[in-house]
């Protein structure tokens, strides 16, 4: 949510008005948070993540092939280290 989003939509009239559309808002996603798949995150928000998120052997594959045209255009292959390896996110 942008503040374009929130200053039309929720921000407004009286700070009780206000307040009521923003608990409104946080009720919403409250209960969207009580999926036993993903308790405490909304489920459609993880849902479009993993929908939208390449597979390990998608990323690998891209990598190559994004190293490989580097290479061919000039660029060093040690310039593309693997940044999993220094943050532990394998």
């Known amino acids: 949510m942008d503040v374009n ?3 039309r939509f929720v921000k407004g009239g009286t700070d009780e008005e206000t ?4 608990r409104r808002i946080f009720e ?6 009580h999926d036993q798949r993903v308790y405490g995150y909304p489920y459609p928000i993880k849902a479009a993540h ?6 390990q052997s998608e990323r690998v ?7 490989a045209e580097a290479v ?4 060093s292959p040690s310039l ?6 220094a943050t532990g996110h394998r």
């Open 5 to 7: 989003y929130w200053e």
């Open 19 to 22: 307040i009521a559309r923003e």
């Open 28 to 33: 919403d996603l409250d209960y969207a948070c």
């Open 50 to 55: 993993d929908r939208a998120s390449l597979m």
């Open 61 to 67: 594959a891209m990598r190559k092939q994004l190293i």
């Open 72 to 75: 061919s255009a000039g660029m």
């Open 80 to 85: 593309f280290r693997d940044p999993s390896l």
